[in-house]
């Protein structure tokens, strides 16, 4: 299969760093994901892709947060109790995905996590991730996985 049409966010990360983000059509994502409508907290310091991602998880019929940050994330936890899903950036200015995974599963031992990231990772990721630029369809197939729900 070729390259599907769709909306591409590319963002300046630092000098000569960018990272994109492509929206699948939709026609090619199947739109009956969210069976049961769970809540999930989006997490990146990167408006653009936070959210795209944000908005096509509420296409799906999730509820979506969004934080610019993993201090506002936190906060948006301890405020919360429906969140089940942490979607975070790895690379952010304030702490790290992995940092923020892990105080969040502190807070909220049960909470599901996917993390994602442009850059190569270099370390052994104990959590799902996906590697920007993603497909939308890899999101959805990431969060119904982490949900229980068939994928």
């Known amino acids: 299969m070729g390259p599907v049409p769709g909306v591409k966010i590319a963002t300046s990360i630092s000098r000569g760093d ?13 739109r009956g994901a969210a069976a049961s409508p769970a809540t ?3 997490v990146d310091d990167e408006a653009g892709v936070r959210t795209i ?9 999730y509820h979506v947060l969004q934080a610019d940050g993993g201090a ?5 936890l301890e405020a919360d109790a429906r969140i089940q899903l942490l979607v975070t950036d790895i690379r952010m200015p304030d702490m790290s995905g992995h940092e923020l995974a892990d105080q969040a599963m502190s807070i909220r031992p049960a909470l599901k996590i ?5 850059y190569f990772v270099t370390q052994q990721a104990k959590r799902r991730l996906l590697h920007k630029p ?3 369809r890899e999101l959805a197939a990431a969060v119904r996985a982490e949900l229980g729900a068939p994928a």
Request: net charge negative.
């Open 134 to 136: 993603f497909r939308l």
């Open 18 to 30: 960018s990272v994109s983000c492509t929206a699948d059509s939709v026609s090619t994502v199947d």
């Open 114 to 118: 996917i993390l994602i990231s442009g």
């Open 53 to 61: 991602v944000a908005e096509f998880l509420e296409d799906f019929g």
């Open 40 to 42: 999930i907290i989006v």
């Open 72 to 76: 506002a994330a936190l906060r948006l």
